[in-house]
């Protein structure tokens, strides 16, 4: 068969993805703070759009640059070096009203102080600047400061720092020695002395490469090296986490209430030294949906509260429209920026009106749950909502992807609604209720007795959920519980 070349004609359907359409769907992908920037970004390279203050209306339209503003007018006059006559002067700068300067003093009150009669201010109450930081120090920053008032060696400092480099956030060194001795071109011994200064810096265990190492290193600091609890760490750290207490008294050859006292005495140690100095700060969210309860409806309402609202600037359309015959560079660029404009602002409103579609369809399935709760939250996949609203399940689930909402019940990422269900007597409970259960049973225990997982079972059985030991163990693992045998208290 000889190869030849043919031009052929194909009729075919295919979906491109074209930059508008690209725009509108990393839009809608995007969560509250990452769309805020998105469209200041947008607002700094678009000159045709522009945002609406507060106290105008979208509608008003807004002059254009005066003469000072843009210099581009030449038929403008230009400024008269003469003052202006007292007749040209308004009555209000004409006339200058006269202050009262004792009384504006006897009531002055200074930003630090508080007011007092004749201007005085007290400012004993007042916190000195120093305590008004809030800049937490981080555990590097502790360690360093410990460093350089050791006064060690250069070679000891440059050591410390990169053992201080190499720390974790919970405070272990993540290197070996070695490695550390061969980028300080040094010998493991020199590593070995820095860690023993290490060893009395605060916080205790700090530079330690496991736990058996870091509460080793807490013992020693507290004068324990050849007590019992420095033997159970180093022989018997397994035993100890699975409760073989009996096991560690006899190969110590000591009785069990010793050892009870030993294990106490462990267990107040610290396990993660850099866990003070951790970044705890709590970070709020901003619901990006309101749902509040009226009568016995439910309304919706979108938080656009510090969100900029654009609209196309009148002033770059004005020249537009007077010069439409002309065909230079810059109205080619206008039209283009006018047209980047336009589908920007569609894709808000698009964006906007897919959220509310989507937590409107949330709401009407789970009712229940913000009447009485999560034990009332039903199972839901994407595809109910999808189908509900008319959408693609790719879409839905977009929207749902760091978006927040505000409900009765408290404040939820909207993929909390979507949860897998188990087959009851009473139809299909959600995944996220039954953990809700399980929590509140495990709750409710005494430490002496706790709840086993088949104790769990036989509970929620007969309330008609019928549901495997191991499900249980798997959602109890899930909620970061341990096994009953853990829980127990013994001493």
């Known amino acids: 068969m000889g190869l030849e070349t043919k031009l052929v004609q194909k009729l075919s359907q295919s979906l491109l993805m074209t930059p508008q359409l690209q725009q509108a769907i990393k839009l809608l992908q995007l969560g509250r703070l990452e769309y805020k920037e998105a469209i200041e970004k947008e607002l700094l390279e678009n000159p045709v759009l522009e945002e609406i203050k507060e106290g105008t209306e979208e509608g008003t339209e807004q002059k254009g640059p005066t ?5 581009e007018q030449g ?94 956030r919970d405070g272990y060194l993540c290197v070996t020695h070695d490695e550390i001795a061969q980028e300080c071109q040094c010998d493991t011994a020199a590593v070995m002395e820095v860690i023993e200064i290490f060893k009395s810096f605060d916080p205790p265990g700090v530079a330690a490469r496991d736990l058996r190492e870091c509460l080793l290193f807490q013992l020693e600091d507290l004068g324990l090296t050849d007590s019992l609890e420095a033997k159970i760490v180093s022989q018997h750290l397994e035993k100890i986490e699975k409760r073989k207490f009996e096991q560690i008294a ?57 969100l900029p609202k654009l609209r196309v600037s009148p002033y770059y359309l004005e020249l537009l429209r007077k010069g439409e015959e002309d065909n230079s560079v810059n109205r080619t ?19 906007q009106q897919t959220i509310y579609r989507v937590t409107e369809s949330i709401v009407k399935f789970q009712k229940e749950f913000l009447d009485h709760g999560i034990e009332k939250l039903k199972p839901l996949v994407l595809k109910d909502v999808a189908d509900d609203i008319g959408m693609h399940e790719s879409t839905v689930s977009r929207v749902t992807t760091n978006k927040y909402v505000h409900t009765p019940q408290g404040i939820f990422e909207l993929k909390f609604f979507f949860t897998t269900g188990i087959k009851t007597a009473e139809g299909d409970v959600s995944s996220s209720s039954i953990k809700e259960k399980i929590k509140n049973l495990i709750g409710a225990e005494t430490p002496e007795d706790p709840i086993s997982d088949q104790k769990i079972v036989e509970i929620l059985k007969a309330q008609n959920i019928d549901i495997a030991r191991r499900t249980v163990a798997k959602y109890r693992e899930a909620l970061g519980i341990l096994s009953s045998a853990k829980r127990k208290k013994l001493f």
Do not use: M
Not at 67 to 71: I, K, M, N
Not at 78 to 87: M, N, Q, T
Not at 96 to 121: C, H, M, Q
């Open 67 to 71: 003469v000072a503003d843009s210099g």
């Open 75 to 168: 038929d403008a006059a230009p400024p008269s070096s003469e003052p202006p006559s007292e007749s040209e002067v308004p009555e209000a700068t004409a006339k200058e009203p006269k202050v009262d300067w004792e009384d504006y003093l006897e009531n002055f009150i200074d930003s630090r102080g508080s007011a007092t009669p004749k201007g005085s201010i007290d400012y004993d109450d007042k916190p000195s600047l120093e305590a008004t930081l809030t800049k937490a120090e981080t555990l590097q920053e502790h360690l360093i400061s410990q460093v350089r008032s050791n006064g060690l060696s250069e070679l000891q400092t440059r050591i410390s720092f990169h053992i201080i480099g190499n720390l974790n």
């Open 250 to 306: 006899k190969e110590t050859s000591c009785n069990v209430e010793a050892v009870y006292k030993a294990i106490a005495s462990i267990r107040r140690l610290e396990p993660r030294p850099g866990r003070p100095f951790a970044d705890d700060t709590t970070r709020y969210v901003l619901p990006d949906i309101y749902v509040y309860k009226v009568g016995s409806e439910y309304v919706i309402s979108l938080n656009e509260d510090g």
């Open 333 to 351: 660029y206008l039209n283009e920026r006018l047209k980047a404009a336009s589908w920007l602002i569609k894709s808000i409103h698009q964006r």
